[in-house]
């Protein structure tokens, strides 16, 4: 495993790229939870925190595939130093702002809704650098793998200095740590793009007439972005569902046991899609994952103790990060040249959508039905994405429409 990972970190400008990407990519850990201390602490309400927080991650979430065709039509040399800086402009601001009691709160929003609009997609960047840099399929999965296993991490690290800074210093400071990662790191990527060749993204804009529609997925792309929003669905559903579970059999905060084991599990799934050898193409892999994701999440329905659920939990998150990775990998490959940044943030749009709608409907659920019923409905999702990966019937020649 580590000579297959080692390989891929071998590669020329590989090590620039990865240490570039988990540093800004780092700013996206650090930044939702010290925003949302800041403002709880400068305006006393966490009902308007969590609305300004929302606010925040809709903006960023749904722009997310316009931001990526900007990058896909005029590269990331172009685009990723302008975004970066309004994006840590912005944060500074809201730092300022929640510094001290007394800035308006609709100040406070416009300012979290500016920068979610301008928040570079990295994660989609970088893994198009990827498909740049490694020509062979296998070393492009391995990075991909270690690529979505890091990003996990960072959303566990994140948090956790956020939470040391709010302790030991002010949550707005988060906000000004979150600003120097994002630019930093998104300058040294782009600075990465210039020192390792061409960049790829002007090449096949310039191949395809500088043509994108970002509000548009890329064609023939249903199946990725059909599983990552599977996925997306039945994991918010499940970490909802998971706290209920915890305080009905002891503690709420038992639930943290059952999510360190489904990112565990998550994690060694992804390093393991990365060093095995997989003959099976990628989109017939990608509704296998998907299909024993959601037999895994069926599965929790029938766990007596938290102890029982973290175990399946684990089991679970075997698949989760494959899922996502082969989502990523299918989608890169599917798409037309010009358009792989955008294809990447359209699966991230789709994973993020389904968690947010999957976590709201177990709320719902979770008051009206068994909760063993609502742990075995967070599978659906998922299951009703291995519709998509059925192939289209075609026309035949004499009944083509007129």
């Excluded at 994006?87 to 709160?105: D, E, F, H, N, Q």
């Excluded at 939470?163 to 994002?182: E, F, M, N, S, Y």
């Amino acid at each position: 495993m580590s000579s297959s990972y080692a390989t891929v970190l071998r590669t020329p400008g590989a090590v620039r790229l990865f240490s570039a990407a988990l540093t800004g990519r780092l700013s996206y850990g650090v930044v939702p939870l010290s925003l949302l201390l800041a403002v709880t602490a400068t305006t006393g309400s966490y009902a308007r925190a969590g609305w300004l927080t929302a606010l925040f991650a809709a903006s960023n979430v749904l722009l997310s595939p316009a931001r990526a065709g900007l990058v896909d039509r005029h590269g990331p040399r172009r685009t990723l130093p302008p975004m970066a800086a309004g994006y840590a402009l912005v944060l500074l601001g809201l730092a300022a702002a929640t510094w001290r009691p007394g800035v308006p709160y609709p100040v406070l929003l416009a300012l979290a809704v500016a920068a979610g609009v301008l928040a570079p997609p990295l994660g989609p960047v970088t893994r198009a650098r990827w498909s740049a840099l490694l020509s062979d399929p296998g070393l492009r999965r391995r990075a991909y793998s270690l690529d979505t296993v890091a990003e996990e991490l960072l959303y566990v690290t994140g948090p956790l200095l956020a939470g040391v800074i709010a302790a030991t210093a002010r949550p707005a400071l988060g906000l000004v740590l979150g600003a120097a990662l994002v630019l930093t790191g998104s300058l040294a990527l782009a600075a990465s793009v210039r020192a390792v060749g061409p960049d790829r993204a002007e090449a096949d804009s310039a191949a395809t007439g500088g043509r994108s529609r970002p509000w548009r997925p890329p064609a023939r792309t249903g199946l990725p972005l059909a599983a990552a929003a599977g996925a997306g669905a039945g994991l918010g559903a499940f970490a909802l569902l998971t706290v209920v579970f915890a305080r009905r059999h002891g503690q709420a905060a038992d639930a943290a046991w059952v999510e360190a084991a489904l990112a565990a599990g998550s994690a060694t799934g992804g390093l393991a899609l990365g060093a095995l050898d997989w003959r099976a193409p990628a989109r017939r892999r990608l509704a296998v994952l998907t299909a024993a994701f959601a037999g895994a999440l069926t599965l929790t329905s029938l766990a007596p103790t938290v102890p029982l659920l973290a175990a399946v939990a684990a089991l679970a998150g075997l698949t989760v990060a494959p899922t996502l990775t082969t989502a990523y990998l299918l989608a890169d490959e599917l798409a037309e040249p010009g358009h792989r940044t955008r294809a990447g943030a359209w699966v991230n749009t789709c994973f993020n959508a389904g968690s947010s709608g999957g976590t709201a409907l177990a709320g719902l659920l979770a008051d009206h039905l068994p909760l063993p019923l609502c742990l075995a409905l967070a599978a659906t999702p998922a299951l009703a994405a291995l519709s998509t990966a059925r192939p289209r019937p075609t026309t035949p020649p004499d009944r083509l429409p007129a």
